[in-house]
């Protein structure tokens, strides 16, 4: 028995353990980078006003994380976890 090596498979050794790991790392990693880009456009004063509104942002789309390639992106659209809006970019 060989020994295994890092990206060979998942818990059970298995390429589709080692891909849902992957898809799993990807859409925690796309959450936090959401998140933080989020939490940035909503804090950004405005010109005329010294403090911000609180204004919320919905439907907001990122380019995900480069460091998963954009077949896991295309295919956490394809399970519907996210939305493809086009133009490499993914909203939730």
Do not use: C
Not at 8 to 15: M, N, Q, R
Not at 36 to 50: I, M, N, Q, Y
Not at 55 to 80: C, H, Y
């Amino acid at each position: 028995m060989e020994p295994q090596t890092e990206g060979t498979g998942g818990a059970d050794g298995s390429p589709e353990a080692a891909r849902e790991l992957e898809l799993k790392q990807a859409f925690n990693a796309f959450k936090k980078r959401l998140k933080l880009t989020k939490l940035d456009h909503e804090s950004k004063l405005g010109a005329s006003r010294p403090m911000t509104g609180g204004k919320k942002t919905d439907g907001m789309g990122i380019i995900p994380p480069n460091q998963f390639s954009r077949e896991v992106w295309q295919e956490l659209a394809r399970q519907g976890k996210i939305k493809d809006m086009g133009g490499g970019f993914y909203s939730m």
